[in-house]
């Protein structure tokens, strides 16, 4: 069982930056394939970034080549840099964990083959 953690959401104006953690607990979560998903209010949780158990990582077309994932195995933490912010990035974003060496099948990942979530954090873009 892993449990996780998010932080470094808030209020941010448009074309700024965030920079979310996700913050793990137990053991070898290298392992573990991780991804963030984003819910805003009256819509679906959709999928944002994938890692893999390899490290490699994927995006929705929506955020790629503006925000990047990544994991710093030494912290236990996974983050989720997000640069040139649009109101349509407001959300609540979730980070989530699939079973150690365990990639989720589909593409884009549904949060169904994640069983492992946090809290979220809310992300709020200002036009």
């Known amino acids: 069982q892993v449990q996780l953690v998010e932080s470094g959401g808030g209020l941010v104006q448009a074309g700024g930056s965030l920079r979310l953690s996700c913050a793990a607990s137990?053991?070898?979560?290298?392992?573990?394939?991780v991804g963030w998903f984003r819910q805003a209010p009256g819509k679906e949780r959709e999928f944002v970034a994938g890692l893999r158990w390899t490290g490699s990582t994927y995006y929705a077309d929506s955020v790629k080549g503006r925000f990047t994932i990544s994991r710093d195995n030494a912290r236990n933490t996974v983050y989720l840099q997000m640069n040139s912010l649009k109101p349509e990035d407001t959300a609540v974003y979730y980070c989530?964990?699939?079973?150690?060496?365990?990639?989720?099948?589909?593409?884009?990942?549904?949060?169904?083959?994640?069983?492992?979530w946090g809290q979220g954090t809310q992300v709020t873009v200002s036009s």
């Open positions: 137990g053991q070898a979560f290298s392992s573990y394939p």
């Open positions: 989530a964990a699939a079973p150690s060496y365990s990639d989720p099948y589909s593409y884009p990942p549904t949060p169904q083959e994640y069983p492992y």
